[in-house]
Protein backbone atom coordinates (compact mmCIF):
# COMPACT_ATOMS: atom_id res chain seq x y z
CA UNK A 1 0.00 0.00 0.00
CA UNK A 2 1.54 3.07 -0.56
CA UNK A 3 -0.21 6.43 1.28
CA UNK A 4 -0.45 9.58 1.30
CA UNK A 5 -2.12 13.02 2.67
CA UNK A 6 -2.53 14.18 6.05
CA UNK A 7 -5.53 13.57 8.59
CA UNK A 8 -6.28 14.97 11.62
CA UNK A 9 -5.50 12.66 14.28
CA UNK A 10 -8.01 11.47 16.84
CA UNK A 11 -10.73 12.44 13.94
CA UNK A 12 -13.80 9.79 13.00
CA UNK A 13 -12.06 7.33 10.59
CA UNK A 14 -13.71 6.43 7.38
CA UNK A 15 -12.55 4.14 4.60
CA UNK A 16 -13.90 4.66 0.93
CA UNK A 17 -13.16 1.83 -1.48
CA UNK A 18 -13.14 1.61 -5.00
CA UNK A 19 -10.89 -0.53 -7.43
CA UNK A 20 -10.15 2.74 -9.45
CA UNK A 21 -9.90 6.54 -10.52
CA UNK A 22 -10.94 6.16 -14.11
CA UNK A 23 -13.65 8.37 -15.52
CA UNK A 24 -17.19 7.35 -14.60
CA UNK A 25 -19.64 8.88 -12.22
CA UNK A 26 -19.08 6.51 -9.52
CA UNK A 27 -15.63 7.90 -8.95
CA UNK A 28 -15.74 11.18 -9.00
CA UNK A 29 -18.87 10.87 -6.66
CA UNK A 30 -16.48 8.81 -4.11
CA UNK A 31 -13.51 11.90 -4.82
CA UNK A 32 -15.85 14.08 -3.74
CA UNK A 33 -17.40 12.48 -0.79
CA UNK A 34 -13.63 11.76 0.15
CA UNK A 35 -12.47 15.61 0.18
CA UNK A 36 -15.84 16.44 1.66
CA UNK A 37 -15.50 14.19 4.44
CA UNK A 38 -11.97 15.39 5.26
CA UNK A 39 -13.30 18.82 5.63
CA UNK A 40 -15.76 17.83 8.21
CA UNK A 41 -12.46 16.58 10.41
CA UNK A 42 -13.09 13.68 9.87
CA UNK A 43 -9.88 11.10 8.87
CA UNK A 44 -10.45 9.73 5.37
CA UNK A 45 -8.68 7.14 3.65
CA UNK A 46 -9.36 6.47 -0.16
CA UNK A 47 -8.28 3.33 -0.69
CA UNK A 48 -8.26 2.02 -4.31
CA UNK A 49 -6.68 -0.58 -6.19
CA UNK A 50 -4.69 1.73 -8.71
CA UNK A 51 -4.55 5.22 -8.31
CA UNK A 52 -4.32 5.97 -11.95
CA UNK A 53 -6.91 7.92 -13.57
CA UNK A 54 -7.83 11.21 -14.76
CA UNK A 55 -9.51 11.99 -10.87
CA UNK A 56 -6.33 11.60 -9.33
CA UNK A 57 -5.08 15.28 -9.64
CA UNK A 58 -9.03 16.25 -7.90
CA UNK A 59 -8.25 14.45 -4.56
CA UNK A 60 -7.32 16.91 -1.73
CA UNK A 61 -4.17 16.72 -0.16
CA UNK A 62 -6.50 16.30 3.80
CA UNK A 63 -7.17 12.74 1.89
CA UNK A 64 -4.75 9.53 2.50
CA UNK A 65 -4.96 7.32 -0.91
CA UNK A 66 -3.83 4.04 -0.72
CA UNK A 67 -2.95 1.93 -3.60
CA UNK A 68 -4.02 -2.08 -3.36
CA UNK A 69 -2.21 -2.92 -6.66
CA UNK A 70 -5.03 -3.84 -9.23
CA UNK A 71 -7.41 -1.46 -10.86
CA UNK A 72 -9.98 -5.01 -10.62
CA UNK A 73 -11.74 -5.71 -7.64
CA UNK A 74 -11.16 -9.43 -6.80
CA UNK A 75 -7.50 -9.05 -6.34
CA UNK A 76 -7.91 -6.33 -3.77
CA UNK A 77 -9.98 -8.69 -1.58
CA UNK A 78 -6.82 -9.52 0.42
CA UNK A 79 -4.87 -6.27 0.41
CA UNK A 80 -8.13 -4.48 1.30
CA UNK A 81 -8.75 -7.13 4.69
CA UNK A 82 -5.25 -6.40 5.79
CA UNK A 83 -5.47 -2.96 5.85
CA UNK A 84 -8.73 -3.18 7.49
CA UNK A 85 -7.22 -5.31 10.02
CA UNK A 86 -3.96 -3.28 10.72
CA UNK A 87 -5.95 0.36 10.50
CA UNK A 88 -9.58 -0.25 11.90
CA UNK A 89 -11.62 2.41 10.00
CA UNK A 90 -14.69 3.34 11.99
CA UNK A 91 -16.79 2.53 8.89
CA UNK A 92 -15.81 1.44 5.52
CA UNK A 93 -18.25 2.91 1.85
CA UNK A 94 -17.79 1.21 -0.85
CA UNK A 95 -19.47 1.48 -4.51
CA UNK A 96 -20.07 -0.45 -7.41
CA UNK A 97 -21.47 -3.86 -7.04
CA UNK A 98 -18.41 -5.77 -7.51
CA UNK A 99 -16.41 -3.76 -5.14
CA UNK A 100 -19.13 -3.50 -2.72
CA UNK A 101 -19.04 -7.62 -2.53
CA UNK A 102 -15.48 -7.53 -2.00
CA UNK A 103 -15.99 -5.17 1.00
CA UNK A 104 -18.13 -6.73 2.81
CA UNK A 105 -15.79 -10.15 2.22
CA UNK A 106 -12.52 -8.30 3.38
CA UNK A 107 -14.27 -7.07 6.49
CA UNK A 108 -15.56 -10.41 7.48
CA UNK A 109 -12.16 -11.74 6.58
CA UNK A 110 -10.25 -9.33 8.61
CA UNK A 111 -12.55 -9.68 12.32
CA UNK A 112 -12.41 -5.86 12.10
CA UNK A 113 -14.81 -4.03 14.00
CA UNK A 114 -15.68 -1.83 10.79
CA UNK A 115 -19.37 -0.72 9.43
CA UNK A 116 -19.67 -1.52 5.73
CA UNK A 117 -21.72 1.17 4.00
CA UNK A 118 -22.38 0.48 0.12
CA UNK A 119 -23.55 2.74 -2.41
CA UNK A 120 -25.22 1.42 -5.54
CA UNK A 121 -24.74 3.51 -8.42
CA UNK A 122 -27.47 2.78 -10.73
CA UNK A 123 -30.59 0.73 -11.14
CA UNK A 124 -29.15 -2.85 -10.61
CA UNK A 125 -32.59 -4.33 -12.84
CA UNK A 126 -31.78 -2.63 -15.88
CA UNK A 127 -28.39 -3.15 -15.97
CA UNK A 128 -28.86 -6.87 -15.90
CA UNK A 129 -30.69 -6.45 -18.80
CA UNK A 130 -27.11 -5.67 -20.60
CA UNK A 131 -25.35 -8.66 -18.97
CA UNK A 132 -25.45 -12.18 -20.35
CA UNK A 133 -28.06 -14.56 -18.20
CA UNK A 134 -25.64 -16.36 -16.56
CA UNK A 135 -23.37 -13.01 -15.75
CA UNK A 136 -26.78 -11.78 -14.85
CA UNK A 137 -27.39 -14.36 -12.56
CA UNK A 138 -24.29 -14.10 -10.51
CA UNK A 139 -24.68 -10.28 -10.15
CA UNK A 140 -28.66 -10.93 -8.55
CA UNK A 141 -27.00 -13.29 -6.24
CA UNK A 142 -24.29 -10.97 -5.06
CA UNK A 143 -26.20 -7.99 -4.72
CA UNK A 144 -28.59 -10.22 -2.36
CA UNK A 145 -25.74 -11.49 -0.65
CA UNK A 146 -23.91 -8.64 0.37
CA UNK A 147 -26.66 -5.57 0.43
CA UNK A 148 -28.44 -7.93 2.69
CA UNK A 149 -25.63 -8.50 5.00
CA UNK A 150 -24.22 -4.44 4.52
CA UNK A 151 -24.36 -2.08 7.70
CA UNK A 152 -26.16 0.36 5.44
CA UNK A 153 -27.10 1.45 1.97
CA UNK A 154 -26.94 4.41 -0.05
CA UNK A 155 -28.89 4.55 -2.81
CA UNK A 156 -28.83 7.68 -5.33
CA UNK A 157 -32.33 8.51 -6.01
CA UNK A 158 -35.98 7.03 -4.50
CA UNK A 159 -36.01 5.13 -7.64
CA UNK A 160 -32.94 2.82 -7.55
CA UNK A 161 -34.05 2.52 -3.99
CA UNK A 162 -37.13 1.04 -4.90
CA UNK A 163 -35.06 -1.41 -7.69
CA UNK A 164 -32.93 -2.46 -4.59
CA UNK A 165 -36.20 -3.22 -2.44
CA UNK A 166 -37.80 -5.43 -5.68
CA UNK A 167 -34.65 -7.60 -5.56
CA UNK A 168 -33.56 -8.20 -2.12
CA UNK A 169 -37.28 -8.02 -0.27
CA UNK A 170 -38.63 -5.64 1.80
CA UNK A 171 -36.28 -5.85 4.68
CA UNK A 172 -33.43 -4.45 2.68
CA UNK A 173 -35.47 -1.13 3.23
CA UNK A 174 -34.82 -0.15 6.84
CA UNK A 175 -31.33 -0.09 5.97
CA UNK A 176 -31.42 2.11 3.03
CA UNK A 177 -31.25 5.82 2.67
CA UNK A 178 -31.55 8.08 -0.46
CA UNK A 179 -28.70 10.41 -0.65
CA UNK A 180 -28.74 11.91 -4.32
CA UNK A 181 -24.94 12.30 -5.67
CA UNK A 182 -22.62 15.40 -4.44
CA UNK A 183 -21.34 18.00 -6.84
CA UNK A 184 -18.41 20.58 -6.53
CA UNK A 185 -21.02 23.49 -7.26
CA UNK A 186 -17.96 26.01 -6.34
CA UNK A 187 -15.36 24.10 -8.35
CA UNK A 188 -17.37 23.60 -11.25
CA UNK A 189 -18.69 27.74 -11.15
CA UNK A 190 -14.78 28.66 -11.30
CA UNK A 191 -13.93 25.46 -14.28
CA UNK A 192 -16.67 26.79 -15.98
CA UNK A 193 -14.82 30.26 -16.38
CA UNK A 194 -12.05 28.99 -17.43
CA UNK A 195 -11.01 29.62 -21.60
CA UNK A 196 -11.76 26.69 -23.99
CA UNK A 197 -9.28 24.78 -26.18
CA UNK A 198 -8.97 26.30 -29.44
CA UNK A 199 -10.31 23.57 -31.14
CA UNK A 200 -13.82 23.86 -28.78
CA UNK A 201 -13.59 27.40 -29.38
CA UNK A 202 -13.66 27.31 -33.41
CA UNK A 203 -16.86 24.98 -32.89
CA UNK A 204 -19.72 26.93 -34.38
CA UNK A 205 -22.58 28.06 -31.92
CA UNK A 206 -25.07 27.57 -30.39
CA UNK A 207 -24.32 23.78 -28.72
CA UNK A 208 -26.20 21.19 -27.66
CA UNK A 209 -23.92 19.02 -25.47
CA UNK A 210 -23.67 15.29 -24.64
CA UNK A 211 -21.48 13.96 -21.54
CA UNK A 212 -20.26 10.39 -21.31
CA UNK A 213 -19.50 6.93 -21.79
CA UNK A 214 -20.16 5.96 -25.83
CA UNK A 215 -22.02 3.08 -25.30
CA UNK A 216 -25.40 1.88 -25.87
CA UNK A 217 -27.00 3.01 -22.21
CA UNK A 218 -26.15 6.56 -22.81
CA UNK A 219 -28.61 6.81 -25.74
CA UNK A 220 -26.55 9.01 -27.71
CA UNK A 221 -27.74 7.24 -31.09
CA UNK A 222 -31.22 8.73 -29.87
CA UNK A 223 -29.32 12.74 -29.30
CA UNK A 224 -27.78 12.57 -33.27
CA UNK A 225 -31.18 11.33 -34.46
CA UNK A 226 -32.77 14.09 -32.26
CA UNK A 227 -29.74 16.93 -33.45
CA UNK A 228 -31.05 15.80 -37.30
CA UNK A 229 -34.85 15.92 -36.48
CA UNK A 230 -34.06 19.76 -35.69
CA UNK A 231 -33.95 20.48 -39.49
CA UNK A 232 -37.50 20.37 -39.48
CA UNK A 233 -38.34 22.12 -36.11
CA UNK A 234 -35.75 24.96 -36.02
CA UNK A 235 -34.02 27.72 -38.40
CA UNK A 236 -31.14 27.32 -35.68
CA UNK A 237 -28.53 25.22 -37.36
CA UNK A 238 -26.62 23.86 -33.64
CA UNK A 239 -23.50 22.01 -33.53
CA UNK A 240 -23.65 18.95 -31.39
CA UNK A 241 -20.77 18.29 -28.95
CA UNK A 242 -20.81 15.16 -27.43
CA UNK A 243 -18.20 14.69 -24.63
CA UNK A 244 -16.26 11.14 -23.74
CA UNK A 245 -14.70 7.48 -25.19
CA UNK A 246 -16.26 4.13 -25.35
CA UNK A 247 -17.08 1.76 -27.96
CA UNK A 248 -19.55 3.05 -29.62
CA UNK A 249 -17.81 5.94 -31.02
CA UNK A 250 -16.82 4.44 -34.60
CA UNK A 251 -20.80 3.79 -34.29
CA UNK A 252 -22.01 7.22 -33.40
CA UNK A 253 -19.59 9.01 -36.19
CA UNK A 254 -20.99 6.71 -38.69
CA UNK A 255 -24.63 7.66 -37.52
CA UNK A 256 -23.97 11.48 -37.52
CA UNK A 257 -22.66 11.07 -41.55
CA UNK A 258 -25.82 9.05 -42.71
CA UNK A 259 -27.89 11.64 -41.15
CA UNK A 260 -26.29 14.83 -42.72
CA UNK A 261 -24.86 15.95 -39.96
CA UNK A 262 -20.90 14.59 -39.26
CA UNK A 263 -19.84 18.35 -40.11
CA UNK A 264 -21.82 19.57 -37.05
CA UNK A 265 -21.13 16.87 -34.27
CA UNK A 266 -17.74 16.71 -32.62
CA UNK A 267 -16.72 14.13 -30.53
CA UNK A 268 -13.67 15.84 -28.66
CA UNK A 269 -13.62 12.32 -26.66
CA UNK A 270 -12.86 12.66 -22.92
CA UNK A 271 -11.79 16.06 -21.62
CA UNK A 272 -9.96 16.95 -17.78
CA UNK A 273 -12.38 20.53 -18.23
CA UNK A 274 -15.73 20.15 -19.18
CA UNK A 275 -17.54 22.66 -17.30
CA UNK A 276 -16.31 25.33 -19.09
CA UNK A 277 -18.09 23.47 -22.12
CA UNK A 278 -20.95 22.88 -20.10
CA UNK A 279 -21.36 26.54 -19.54
CA UNK A 280 -21.43 27.74 -22.81
CA UNK A 281 -23.49 25.05 -24.27
CA UNK A 282 -27.26 26.56 -25.34
CA UNK A 283 -28.99 22.93 -24.05
CA UNK A 284 -27.43 20.15 -22.43
CA UNK A 285 -29.58 16.92 -22.90
CA UNK A 286 -28.69 13.78 -21.31
CA UNK A 287 -30.26 10.85 -23.74
CA UNK A 288 -29.47 8.33 -21.47
CA UNK A 289 -31.28 4.50 -21.25
CA UNK A 290 -30.39 3.94 -17.47
CA UNK A 291 -29.19 5.79 -14.52
CA UNK A 292 -28.62 6.09 -10.99
CA UNK A 293 -28.86 9.69 -10.38
CA UNK A 294 -26.76 11.72 -13.82
CA UNK A 295 -24.07 13.54 -12.30
CA UNK A 296 -23.53 15.62 -15.73
CA UNK A 297 -27.24 16.47 -15.49
CA UNK A 298 -26.80 18.02 -11.78
CA UNK A 299 -23.21 19.89 -13.34
CA UNK A 300 -24.23 21.32 -16.06
CA UNK A 301 -27.46 22.67 -13.68
CA UNK A 302 -24.58 24.21 -11.66
CA UNK A 303 -23.14 26.02 -15.12
CA UNK A 304 -26.42 27.18 -15.43
CA UNK A 305 -27.17 25.21 -18.57
CA UNK A 306 -30.61 24.68 -20.13
CA UNK A 307 -30.83 21.36 -19.68
CA UNK A 308 -33.03 18.57 -21.74
CA UNK A 309 -33.35 14.59 -20.26
CA UNK A 310 -35.05 11.65 -20.63
CA UNK A 311 -36.98 10.06 -17.69
CA UNK A 312 -34.75 7.22 -17.60
CA UNK A 313 -34.77 4.86 -14.23
CA UNK A 314 -33.73 6.64 -12.01
CA UNK A 315 -32.86 10.17 -11.19
CA UNK A 316 -33.93 12.57 -13.87
CA UNK A 317 -37.38 13.08 -12.90
CA UNK A 318 -36.47 13.22 -9.12
CA UNK A 319 -34.11 16.22 -10.04
CA UNK A 320 -36.27 18.02 -12.70
CA UNK A 321 -39.48 18.86 -10.08
CA UNK A 322 -40.81 21.57 -12.71
CA UNK A 323 -40.31 22.50 -16.12
CA UNK A 324 -38.32 25.87 -15.21
CA UNK A 325 -35.67 23.58 -13.94
CA UNK A 326 -35.45 21.47 -17.44
CA UNK A 327 -37.81 18.93 -19.60
CA UNK A 328 -38.20 15.75 -19.51
CA UNK A 329 -38.99 13.08 -22.32
CA UNK A 330 -40.04 9.53 -22.91
CA UNK A 331 -36.72 7.36 -23.04
CA UNK A 332 -35.27 6.92 -27.08
CA UNK A 333 -38.08 9.22 -28.74
CA UNK A 334 -35.58 11.00 -31.26
CA UNK A 335 -38.52 13.21 -32.14
CA UNK A 336 -39.92 14.17 -29.00
CA UNK A 337 -35.88 14.64 -27.44
CA UNK A 338 -36.14 17.48 -30.80
CA UNK A 339 -38.83 18.91 -30.01
CA UNK A 340 -38.05 19.76 -26.34
CA UNK A 341 -34.13 20.60 -27.99
CA UNK A 342 -36.13 23.57 -29.86
CA UNK A 343 -38.18 24.48 -26.79
CA UNK A 344 -35.06 25.82 -24.70
CA UNK A 345 -32.76 26.80 -27.60
CA UNK A 346 -36.06 29.45 -28.28
CA UNK A 347 -35.59 30.24 -24.32
CA UNK A 348 -35.16 33.22 -22.74
CA UNK A 349 -32.20 33.94 -21.01
CA UNK A 350 -32.76 33.70 -17.04
CA UNK A 351 -31.53 30.40 -15.53
CA UNK A 352 -31.74 31.20 -11.88
CA UNK A 353 -33.91 28.06 -11.42
CA UNK A 354 -31.64 26.20 -12.89
CA UNK A 355 -29.04 27.19 -10.45
CA UNK A 356 -31.03 27.06 -7.17
CA UNK A 357 -32.18 23.61 -7.91
CA UNK A 358 -28.01 22.38 -8.61
CA UNK A 359 -27.12 24.12 -4.76
CA UNK A 360 -29.25 21.21 -3.35
CA UNK A 361 -26.70 18.89 -4.44
CA UNK A 362 -24.08 20.82 -3.20
CA UNK A 363 -21.15 18.64 -2.03
CA UNK A 364 -20.85 20.16 1.59
CA UNK A 365 -24.40 19.84 1.98
CA UNK A 366 -24.60 16.15 1.18
CA UNK A 367 -21.55 15.37 2.94
CA UNK A 368 -23.07 16.32 5.69
CA UNK A 369 -26.47 14.06 5.14
CA UNK A 370 -23.90 11.23 4.24
CA UNK A 371 -22.11 12.04 7.71
CA UNK A 372 -25.23 12.34 9.92
CA UNK A 373 -26.30 8.55 8.49
CA UNK A 374 -23.15 7.04 9.30
CA UNK A 375 -22.85 8.80 13.00
CA UNK A 376 -26.61 7.98 13.28
CA UNK A 377 -26.40 3.80 12.62
CA UNK A 378 -25.48 1.60 15.61
CA UNK A 379 -22.03 1.19 16.53
Known sequence: MTPSGFSPPGAQHIALFLPCLS????????????????????????????????????????????????????????????????????????????????????????????????????????????EPWWLAHGSRWGLQLAYGRADGIVAPSQGVADDLCALSGAGLRPKLHVLMNPIATRDIARLAAAPLLPAI????????????????????????????????????????????EGQDRDALVRLSAELGIAERTHFPGFVDNPFCILGQAAVFVLSSNLEGCPNVLLQAMACGTRVVATDCPSGPREVLQREAQGLLVPVGDAVGLARAIARQLEQPGDTGAIRERAEDFAAPVVARKLLALLQASPA
Open 201 to 244: ADIPKPWIVGCGRLVAAKGFDVLIRAVAELRNLSELRPSLIILG
Open 23 to 130: GGGAQRVMVTFANELAALGLRVDLVVGSASGPYRNEISPAVSVLELGSPRALPCLLPLARYLRQQHPRWLLSTLLRANVIALAAQRLSGAATRVWMREATTPSRAFLA
